[in-house]
Nanobody, 118 residues
Framework: QVQLVESGGGLVQPGGSLSLSCAAS????????MGWFRQAPGKERELVAS???????NYADSVKGRFTISRDNAKNTVTLQMSSLKPEDTAIYYC????????????WGQGTQVTVSS
């Protein structure tokens, strides 16, 4: 099993910056991908950015050029640096890990609120 604990989030003005961090514990050697999803009120959960152990980093079109994902395999952490934030970035942000252990499955953090408002 993999456990994910998020930190960061909060209230920020439009145009501001915020950083989210996620620490993984447990069977971290089985993690294939770490990333971030978000879910705004009344909307489906959507991918924000993903950082695979092998392959290319992926960003949602809506955050390209504004958000940066980074991953520290030694510390088992993934960080989402968000800048030029917009009100439409307001959502609950969830840390995600894709794990392969006999089968492939998703693990989720508890979620952290990001609110962009003046």
């Amino acid at each position: 099993q993999v456990q994910l604990v998020e930190s960061g989030g909060g209230l920020v003005q439009p145009g501001g910056s915020l950083s989210l961090s996620c620490a993984a514990s447990g069977s971290t050697r089985n993690i294939l991908v770490m990333g971030w999803f978000r879910q705004a009120p009344g909307k489906e959960r959507e991918l924000v950015a993903s950082f695979p152990s092998v392959g290319r980093i992926n960003y949602a079109d809506s955050v390209k050029g504004r958000f940066t994902i980074s991953r520290d395999n030694a510390k088992n952490t993934v960080t989402l640096q968000m800048s030029s934030l917009k009100p439409e970035d307001t959502a609950i942000y969830y840390c995600n890990a894709v794990v392969l252990n006999f089968r492939r499955y998703d693990c989720w953090g508890q979620g952290t609120q990001v609110t962009v408002s003046s």
